[in-house]
């Protein structure tokens, strides 16, 4: 006969080995991502140094921005604007193959990574505009035209740029590259995606993005999965999926919170026909964060543009797939004339 204290005793063990076989396969899910990267070739983007060199430059707000930049002076001008959660990082591959002959600029967004803090708290769509006219402003030499590249948030800083520009855009660039990105409804086609339904989709939209719950300290097995599925395409390399998730955890919870909020409401569709330049839309048509859907539309509305696809490349497409990328940039600046109003 059995009795309750057999049982309870019965039942303890059986919850013990439970756990002790969840921290076993937690190990190994952790000792096989270690092996993966340690055996990827492009393992060193996540701890070599950043060629060129860095400045700050503060924005009309008066936060401070952390700039980088690398190439000859007198190379084409090349700017480049991360998105939600990233950092000056995520474009390695584009600042090494491209510093050689241009002239490459890439800035921390206000509060990522090195840059400060939104001086009165603001996160908005305007003032992230605002950054980048302040990094044009100062170091893109006089009578000298750049190429914006944007990438998510990076890509909605540069329409909400045109959109506020005092003159002419094609003034200031001459063209534009915008990468996984979308100017509008992003969360209902996110969570769509999911096959939620697009009242529900808003509600856990806004409270996700908008979370200010803390995330752990570093790399872990459901997080480096989460990261995977998430943000990156099948083929991503260990490397860019490490790096996604650790330039995302580095991001401090009231910035991701703050920016979360403004894409909830994000509506820049008005300040597209602004963007008059030639402008590649790219997209990776695993991406689940800004489904295709975004950029068709992107593309359709703009005055000058044209859509490229990165078949299989999630919404990291600029780091899964760098190379085809940074031939799109090469693309736009081969006999582009980079003269403007002196």
């Known amino acids: 006969m059995v009795t309750r204290r057999t049982r309870r005793a019965l039942g303890a063990a059986a919850g013990l080995a439970g756990v002790a076989g969840a921290a076993a396969t937690w190990e190994l899910t952790r000792r096989r991502n270690r092996r993966e990267l340690l055996a990827d070739p492009e393992r060193d983007i996540l701890t070599a140094p950043l060629p060129g060199f860095g400045r700050t430059v503060v924005s009309a707000d008066g936060t401070r921005l952390a700039v980088w930049e690398a190439g000859p002076p007198d190379g084409p001008v090349v700017v480049f604007a991360h998105g939600w959660g990233m950092a000056v990082r995520f474009w390695i591959h584009q600042l090494r193959e491209l510093s050689a002959d241009h ?5 921390d967004q206000r509060g990522h990574a090195a840059s400060g803090k939104a001086a009165d708290g603001d996160y908005s769509a305007d003032a992230l505009g605002a950054d980048l006219e302040a990094v044009l402003a100062t170091c893109v030499p006089a009578g000298r035209r750049a190429l914006l590249v944007g990438h998510s948030m990076g890509a909605m800083s540069i329409v909400a740029w045109a959109h506020a520009a005092d003159g002419p855009v094609e003034d200031r660039v001459h063209g534009a590259i915008l990468a996984d990105t979308g100017v509008d409804q992003l969360y209902s086609t996110f969570f769509a995606e999911l096959g939620v339904a697009k009242l529900v989709a808003d509600t856990i939209g806004v409270r996700a993005m908008s979370s200010r719950l803390p995330l752990p300290p570093g790399s872990s097995p459901v997080g ?45 569709a008005h300040g597209v026909a602004r963007l008059t330049v030639p402008t590649t839309v790219v997209i990776g048509t695993a991406d689940r964060l800004t489904p295709p859907v975004h950029s068709q539309r992107l593309a359709d509305a703009l005055p000058d543009a044209d859509l490229v696809e990165l078949t299989g490349a999630g919404h990291q497409a600029p780091l899964e797939r760098h190379h085809d990328f940074t031939k799109l940039v090469r693309q736009h600046t081969v006999g582009a004339e980079v003269a403007g109003p002196a």
Not at 103 to 107: E, H, M, T
């Open 103 to 107: 002239r490459v600029i890439a800035y």
């Open 224 to 268: 480096h999965r989460a990261t995977a599925f998430i943000a990156c395409g099948r083929d991503a390399s260990p490397s860019a999926v490490t790096l996604t998730e650790q330039l995302f955890l580095e991001t401090p919870a009231d910035v991701r919170s703050a920016i979360g909020m403004t894409m909830s409401s994000l509506d820049l």
